[in-house]
């Protein structure tokens, strides 16, 4: 997947723990470690703002887009 998920780098910068943040983000630790991991198909916007609010960082602290290999045919 193109877009790249960087929460783990925020938590290690804050000395967070993923319970942690799912607890004050309000989401279970299952579904932040969906998002995390990389394989939610969406965020929505009111879950991307609680996380920046706790992170205290910004949309593209967390999301950054990677080129896909292209593929010759």
Known sequence: MPIA???DVMLARRKMSVGELA???GI???NLAVLKNGRAKAVRFTTL???CEVLQCQPGDLLRWEAEDAVDV
């Open 5 to 7: 998920v960087d929460i």
């Open 23 to 25: 607890d004050r983000v």
């Open 49 to 51: 703002a609680a996380l």
């Open 28 to 30: 279970t630790p299952a």
